[in-house]
Nanobody, 127 residues
Framework: QVQLVESGGGSVQVGGSLTLSCAAS????????MAWFRQAPGKEREFVGA???????????TYEDSVKGRFTVSRDNAKNMVYLEMRRLKPEDTAVYYC?????????????????WGQGTQVTVSS
């Protein structure tokens, strides 16, 4: 069982930066892939980025195309934390952001592979 609590959301101007944090509990956390998803009003939930469990000693990451080069997912297993660093924010990044833990350490963008979800944190980007 994994419990997730996001924090760090808020309002920011276009071009600004924001870092979201996700505090995880559960002994298996460090073995699981972790991801961020988002859902804007009236839209379906979409994948943002993910970091794998330990593979070849170093985790690997993957991102949705629209955030590549702007967003960075990272994890600190010693602190049971996952982060989403967001830079050069755009109005279309406005959404509720969710942290999620997968059923395994395999890197995946499929929401169905994620078994545990946080409550979400709102990010609003305004011009």
């Amino acid at each position: 069982q994994v419990q997730l609590v996001e924090s760090g959301g808020g309002s920011v101007q276009v071009g600004g930066s924001l870092t979201l944090s996700c505090a995880a509990s559960g002994r298996t956390f460090r073995t699981l892939a972790m991801a961020w998803f988002r859902q804007a009003p009236g839209k379906e939930r979409e994948f943002v980025g993910a970091v794998s469990g330990p593979i070849n000693w170093e985790p690997i990451t993957t991102y949705e195309d629209s955030v590549k080069g702007r967003f960075t997912v990272s994890r600190d297993n010693a602190k049971n934390m996952v982060y989403l660093e967001m830079r050069r924010l755009k109005p279309e990044d406005t959404a509720v952001y969710y942290c999620a833990a997968a059923r395994s350490g395999r890197l995946t963008a499929s929401g169905s592979e994620y078994a545990w979800w946080g409550q979400g944190t709102q990010v609003t980007v305004s011009s």
